[in-house]
């Protein structure tokens, strides 16, 4: 038997989090080699012959070492559950690929400033302009809204009516998002908004998200 699939990072990480629940729907065989961002672990020579950038996760599946969540989201769905990437669907995939993208470059970008300056910002400081920062994004985040409304109104979800990788990319920044006083934003489309809980509805979802404390564990000094 192949020995499990090492996931090196902290749980907390939306971006850990895209990885984590590609792993749970392909129901894997994975542990997750806890790391301290506070400790500096992801700046260690052992962790940037890894990944040189020192960024997590990082997946090692045999003798591949992988890094980028959607690298590893892919890698992990194409070998165990290509039908999540619709493998062998050249409309279906070719839809995955490009709500993967938009999330990629529109709805990420958006959402994390929001996140980083709402949440992070209370317990680590804030920077003057941070709200001038959370107002710009909101308004980005306005005109990305309206597509995925437009989107979900003829199918549940993003690349068709069964969920796919473009939807599970999603999870991680929108759980984070949806913490904050602004996620009234999404429940202002009904449309996104049922997209939003069948996603929390997954067994998946709930088991990645039990390791995501609202406030990245901030306020129980358990920040990893």
Not at 103 to 122: K, V, Y
Not at 176 to 198: C, I, N, Q, R, S
Not at 208 to 218: I, K, N, S, T
Request: charged share 25%.
């Amino acid at each position: 038997m192949a020995p499990p699939m090492k996931v090196y990072g902290w749980a907390v990480s939306p971006w850990m989090a895209r990885a984590l629940v590609c792993l749970e729907e392909a129901g894997a065989d994975y542990e997750i080699v806890p790391m301290s961002r506070c400790g500096g672990d992801h700046r260690r020579p052992e962790h940037l012959a890894k990944n040189p950038f020192g960024e997590i996760p990082v997946l090692e599946d045999g003798d591949l070492t992988l890094y980028q969540s959607r690298a590893i989201a892919r890698y992990v769905l194409r070998k165990l559950k290509p039908e999540l990437l619709r493998e062998g669907d050249l409309e279906g995939s070719a839809m995955v690929d490009a709500w993967m993208e938009v999330e990629a470059h529109h709805m990420e970008p958006a959402l994390w400033p929001i996140i980083r300056h709402s949440i992070i910002g209370q317990y680590v400081g804030r920077d003057r302009d941070h709200q001038a920062v959370i107002d710009e994004n909101l308004d980005r985040l306005r005109k990305v809204l309206p597509a995925y409304e437009a989107r979900l109104s003829v199918c549940k979800y993003l690349a068709g009516d069964v969920i796919s990788a473009a939807d599970l990319c999603h999870f991680g920044f929108m759980r984070y998002f949806m913490a904050t006083e602004y996620a009234g934003l999404v429940h202002a489309y009904p449309h996104v908004k049922a997209w939003w809980d069948a996603l929390l509805a997954r067994p998946s979802v709930q088991k990645v998200m039990a390791g995501m404390p609202p406030d990245f564990g901030y306020a129980s000094g358990n920040i990893p």
